[in-house]
Nanobody, 124 residues
Framework: QVHLAESGGGLVQAGGSLRLSCVGS????????MAWFRQAPGRERIYAAA????????YYDDDVKGRFTISRDNAKNTVYLQMNNLRPEDTAVYYC?????????????????WGQGTQVTVSS
């Protein structure tokens, strides 16, 4: 099991940027597929971005494609989500999650290890 801790959320105006960080402990994140999920009030948790453990492949939900970038720094055991051109509809709690499967899965049910979440609020 890997412990995950997110940070970097906050309040930002529409059009602004934030970078979320997810620091892992207990095991190296380089062995895991990593994903960022988000959950708005009253709505289900959905994926925003995901990355294969090798770093070779990334996936983005259509709503964030071209605005968000997932990356990892194995030396720091950290995964990032750079969010640009934020919109009010991006407001949600953002979670990072780790999955040890061979292939990337985009459904939350495949992920066993989760962080506590960080709130992102985008004002109009």
């Amino acid at each position: 099991q890997v412990h995950l801790a997110e940070s970097g959320g906050g309040l930002v105006q529409a059009g602004g940027s934030l970078r979320l960080s997810c620091v892992g402990s207990g095991r190296p994140l380089r062995n895991y597929n990593m994903a960022w999920f988000r959950q708005a009030p009253g709505r289900e948790r959905i994926y925003a971005a995901a990355m294969h453990w090798s770093g070779a492949t990334t996936y983005y939900d259509d709503d964030v494609k071209g605005r968000f970038t997932i990356s990892r720094d194995n030396a720091k055991n950290t995964v990032y989500l750079q969010m640009n051109n934020l919109r009010p509809e991006d407001t949600a709690v953002y979670y990072c999650a780790a999955d040890s499967s061979q292939y990337v899965n985009l459904a939350p049910s495949f992920y066993n290890d989760w962080g506590q979440g960080t709130q992102v609020t985008v004002s109009s």
